[in-house]
């Protein structure tokens, strides 16, 4: 059975700081990018960091560009999403997704169809 498990969200200040994590299990780790996203209340969602665990490409959205890393640790078949500087807007539900690694090739990771989601963490930055 294929599971993403995220964990690590809370209530934070703003300026202040989060670690997201996301466990994998049910396929093969290496084989997938993992990718981390965003929906706030009455807003789409939107792609924020993407990790291909195999090479160690990341991209990251505009948004989060220098405040946000994303990581992996193989070995646990987690990724992390470091999160700095945190700002009201960053209020969101997080989720963690696979994507199959060969479509890095051919689609934008922060848009495309992943394959596995997970149920989501509630990050709430206070002013």
């Known amino acids: 059975e294929v599971q993403l498990v995220e964990s690590g969200g809370g209530l934070v200040q703003a300026g202040g700081s989060l670690r997201l994590s996301c466990v994998a299990s049910g396929f093969t780790f290496n084989d997938y990018a993992i990718g981390w996203f965003r929906q706030a209340p009455g807003k789409e969602r939107e792609g924020v960091s993407c990790i291909s665990s195999s090479d160690g490409r990341t991209y990251y959205a505009d948004s989060v560009k220098g405040r946000f890393t994303i990581s992996s640790d193989n070995a646990k078949n987690t990724v992390y999403l470091q999160m700095n500087s945190l700002k009201p807007e960053d209020t969101a539900v997080y989720y963690c997704?696979?994507?199959?690694?060969?479509?890095?090739?051919?689609?934008?990771?922060?848009?495309?169809?992943?394959?596995?989601w997970g149920q989501g963490t509630q990050v709430t930055v206070s002013s």
């Open positions: 997704a696979a994507l199959e690694r060969r479509a890095l090739y051919y689609s934008d990771p922060l848009t495309s169809r992943y394959n596995y």
